[in-house]
């Protein structure tokens, strides 16, 4: 599995700020229980029940889950639970693909919430590890997601191809990247 990673994030107005994303901790699993918690529960996000000390016990514990976080000035801005071995692509031809189970910034970098966010850019800096995750994995950058409703827009933003509602996951919209083209 990847070390930590540099990355860049912009802080506004326009600084650009080096970030790293690295295998997510039990002591980032306590910032989100102490930090992001009490503000997700009093915002009614959609992930506020999300527990991440059991998504990081799963990704210990099973070789088909990688978790991982970003960090910056010593706070947790994201994190991501990956599966990198189960899901096959919506296309016919079934390929293998890395498929995000859960992503989530940091209450105080969505816009949602925070205008201007702490930190912009997250989201899409978590996306763009899947894929190159993908990548690393011989997957040829192929992502795959079911959207909370308030994100559809966010993958639709950054050109993730739409494949509509699963019924199979409670009519939540399914997004795929392709193969990267070299």
């Known amino acids: ?22 295998l997510l901790t039990q002591e980032h699993a306590g910032q989100i229980d102490d930090i992001w918690a009490g503000i997700l529960r009093e915002t009614q996000q959609p992930d506020a029940s999300w ?19 970003i960090e910056f000035e010593a706070l947790l801005q994201g994190v991501i639970l990956l599966e990198t071995q189960w899901h096959r692509s919506w296309l016919p031809q079934r390929f293998p693909l890395v498929y995000v189970e859960y992503l989530a910034s940091a209450p105080w970098n969505r816009r949602l919430l925070e ?18 995750r993908s990548v690393e994995l011989g997957y040829g950058g192929r992502v795959g997601l079911h959207a909370l409703p308030g994100a559809e827009a966010f993958y639709r933003r950054y050109n993730m191809p739409d494949y509509g509602p699963d019924p199979d996951k409670d009519g939540l919209v399914y997004f795929e990247y392709a193969a990267l083209t070299l």
């Open 1 to 22: 599995m990847p070390m930590n990673r540099p990355l860049r994030l912009t802080k506004p107005p326009d600084d650009i700020v080096t970030a790293t994303i690295g």
């Open 51 to 69: 527990n991440w000390a059991h998504k990081l016990r799963l990704a210990v514990n099973d070789d088909r889950y990688e978790a991982y976080g």
């Open 115 to 132: 205008d201007p966010p702490y930190l912009i850019g997250v989201g899409r800096a978590l996306v763009l590890f899947a894929r190159q």
